[in-house]
């Protein structure tokens, strides 16, 4: 079942700059989904769209099952939020920032001495917001996100801001929430890298069009097919003659040939003609794209 | 109790802003300005002389320190402050992420600017009576003797009171309306400005939203019986929170 679905989601900020186009996305309940894409992708309006801070234009969001527009509070009563900078009131301390929600969720009085703890944030005792270290507002914002311990938690780049601790710490939180709590969480991020070791399923987004989506299985599998063997062999021609009789168009790079991804029995026997033909072989190797390069090839 | 949760939360933000600071700095000012007067010079409301009630000739005194320029542009200042604060720290979005309805977010920061309005008036009428009894224990050893009229000043204050809602109506639609914090001030301090030019030279004064206060003490005599300003007051008030609440809730960019 999917926590949010959104069907035909177009966005234009004026006539000729279409931000996204047809969206649609697919959140699986319980899942850590990554929301990839470059800056000026369509992110964080697809985000803002989700949560009613942008009016849709056209398409259709779905949040639990329900019609955001017609179960805004219901849904809202159910989802954090995180988008884009820290909201954070910068007269007032943390506990003060957290008071402010507490009224309006109606939570008890001593979750906000937890989640000051959950995110690290105990001892900044009057302190105000406003002094707070990026990183320091970053991990607040995530605390005000998680009050009332919502199902759903939307967070626009998170990470934004946190030193690489920061983001190892953030990782194994949300992690800890999605396992312990069952919160299926919306991540977004322009870095594949940080948030790959988290995330269950994945979407790439790249000006305004979804990509890629699916499982990081499926991102995987993707990788593999993006795969290729080289070829270093002391005839270049010879070799190339070889692969073509077996059906192999071989990419010429230097002293060295490629071909796309072949299973095992097929670069044995290949091996095997190469040495019957008196070529040397001097090494057949796999080189693997990582995801990384396969997310720059996707948004290219 | 949806709206009650929102008002005490909005209530909760203007801990130690400088809207909660400027709403007891300009209550008490007037009223410790008077009472240093009456200590630098060894006076007391009894010094006032026989004429009429003492405290009566002391509120209006104070008073009209205050309506003509100070009550205004605190007004002016407070409503801007308390409602930019959301794009100030950029929390327009976190606020409507949360599960409230938007004619409830808009109704609980209006009252908390009412509240506070509310707030300022009890500083003052402290501040003022205070200003009246402390040189009377300090200089007559005791308080003034005449009656103190209660009432009057109750229905003197609900109605300066009154004459405060259309500025603080068009200050609230100016700092919804735009990002920029001088906007609102700016606007509000020019028309603050013009209209108190205007009243006692131009008979149509009476049209500016800001002008209210100002004729409660200086209005000409033909004037205010031509017109009744606290009806004046209150059209104002309906139209501007009419008019910003349908920019509110139409605004497609929420955050």
């Known amino acids: 079942m999917n926590c949010i679905t959104t069907e035909n989601l177009t966005h234009h900020f004026n006539k000729n700059e279409m931000v996204l186009d047809d969206i649609n996305l697919r959140v699986p309940q319980g899942s850590i989904y990554g929301f990839l894409g470059p800056n000026g992708a369509g992110k964080t309006t697809t985000l803002r769209l989700i949560l009613g801070l942008l009016k849709k234009q056209s398409g259709a969001i779905s949040i639990f099952n329900k019609p955001f527009a017609a179960n805004r509070i219901d849904i809202l009563k159910k989802t954090g939020s995180l988008i884009e900078a820290p909201s954070l009131y910068a007269h007032l301390s943390a506990q003060e920032n957290l008071a402010i929600l507490q009224k309006i969720y109606q939570c008890k009085k001593s979750r906000i ?68 709590k069952g919160m299926t969480i919306l ?4 870095l594949l890298a940080e948030i790959e070791k988290m995330v269950t399923h994945v979407g ?48 010429i790079n230097g002293s060295r040939l490629t071909i796309p991804m072949i299973n095992k029995e097929k670069i044995a026997a290949i091996n095997e003609q190469l040495v019957q033909q008196q070529i040397k072989v001097y090494q057949i190797s796999t080189v693997k794209n990582d995801l990384e390069s396969i997310f720059i090839d996707l948004v290219k | ?10 209530w909760l933000k203007t801990r130690k802003s400088a809207a909660a600071w400027l709403c007891i700095i300009g209550g008490l000012f007037i009223p410790i300005l008077f009472l240093i007067g009456f200590i630098y010079n060894h006076e007391t409301l009894a010094t006032y002389g026989e004429e009429g009630n003492i405290w009566t ?15 205004p542009m605190g007004l002016v200042l407070a409503t801007s402050l308390i409602t930019q604060m959301e794009f100030r720290n950029n929390t327009w979005k976190q606020l409507h992420a949360t599960p409230q309805k938007y004619h409830t977010i808009f109704a609980a920061k209006f009252i908390v600017i009412l509240g506070m309005t509310g707030q300022f008036f009890l500083y ?3 501040g003022f009576i205070l200003s009246g009894i402390i040189p009377s224990l300090l200089f007559d050893k005791a308080l003034p003797n005449v009656e103190f009229p209660f009432e009057q000043f109750l229905v003197s204050n609900g109605k300066i009171f009154l004459t405060c809602l259309p500025i603080l109506a068009l200050q609230f639609l100016i700092s919804l309306k735009f990002k920029n914090f001088l906007v609102p001030i700016g606007v509000g301090l020019v028309l603050l ?8 030279n131009w008979e149509y004064a009476y049209l500016s939203p800001y002008s209210y206060g100002p004729l409660t003490m200086m209005g000409s005599p033909e004037m205010m019986e031509k017109i009744n300003i606290y009806w004046l007051s209150v059209i104002y008030f309906v139209v501007f929170t009419t ?7 139409t605004k497609s960019e929420k955050g």
């Open chain 2, 1 to 10: 109790m949806e709206l009650f949760n929102s008002i005490k939360s909005e």
């Open chain 1, 187 to 190: 991540v977004s991020s322009h």
């Open chain 1, 113 to 180: 001495a937890e989640v000051l703890q959950i995110v690290g944030l105990s001892d900044t005792g009057k302190k105000s917001a406003g002094k707070f270290s990026l990183g320091m507002k970053q991990r607040l914002s995530i605390a005000m996100a998680i009050m009332h311990e919502p199902e759903l938690l939307i967070l626009d780049e998170p990470t934004n801001g946190l030193d690489p601790n920061g983001i190892i710490e953030m990782r194994e939180l949300l992690k800890q929430l999605n396992k312990e």
């Open chain 2, 57 to 71: 000739q002391h509120f209006f005194q104070v008073w009209q320190a205050m309506v003509m320029f100070l009550l």
């Open chain 2, 243 to 249: 008019i910003s609440y349908a920019m509110y809730i």
């Open chain 1, 204 to 251: 790439i987004i790249n000006k305004g069009k979804i990509i890629f989506q699916g499982t990081m299985d499926d991102l995987h599998a993707a990788q593999q097919e993006s795969s290729f063997i080289s070829f270093e062999t002391g005839n270049i021609e010879l070799t190339n003659n070889v692969l073509i009789q077996n059906g192999l168009h071989a990419v």
């Open chain 2, 193 to 200: 400005v013009a209209t108190l030019i205007m009243v006692g």
């Open chain 2, 124 to 126: 003052f009428n402290l």
